[in-house]
């Protein structure tokens, strides 16, 4: 970050390096339903602030790419009975393809919940018209390799007309 002031004497700056941190926060049943991010706080349709009205079935698949494991830590879960959180290693092909790691309901926390299959999916189906507090989860992820890749070829000078 970057700070200029400008007066009749002249112009003098400060630059901030790491100095703002960007969160990825999402909502349930909102505009994304799939992210490719190692990193990131999910909440309820009702957000950060605010509780979740009304009934909703709906997905949102944590795909951070070479990832060998996706750990999901709740700070607040309360949902109401009757309501559901599934939670899933592995993909949308479900129930064949993806192995049922967690279900909660109600008002107790679940424990952190790490799904081995560099991928997983979280859904939540809410059947009542009720207000409920709802849930806040951080997910982070392992990735098995972060090097970059370097390409290994030749150019051929030949160029055919």
Do not use: H
Not at 33 to 54: A, H, K, Q, R, T
Not at 144 to 152: E, F, H, I, L, R
């Amino acid at each position: 970050m970057k700070l200029v002031c400008t007066n009749l004497i002249g112009t003098d700056s400060i630059t901030k390096i790491d100095y703002i941190t960007v969160l990825n926060a999402f909502n349930m049943c909102g505009s994304f339903d799939e992210v490719f991010l190692s990193s990131g706080n999910l909440y309820d349709p009702g957000g950060v602030n605010g509780n979740s009205i009304g009934s909703y079935y709906c997905d949102f698949l944590i795909d951070p790419g070479c990832a060998s494991s996706i750990t999901l830590t709740f700070s607040t879960f309360s949902i109401g009975s009757g309501n559901y959180l599934y939670i899933y290693n592995r993909g949308p092909n479900i129930p064949t393809g993806s192995t049922l790691l967690y279900t909660g309901t109600g008002n107790f926390m679940p424990p952190p919940i790490t799904a081995n299959g560099g991928k997983m999916l979280v859904r939540f189906v809410k059947s009542s018209s009720g207000s409920v507090t709802g849930f806040a989860a951080n997910w982070t992820s392992a990735l098995t390799n972060t090097q970059v890749p370097v390409a290994a070829f030749i150019p051929d000078n030949f160029n055919p007309l």
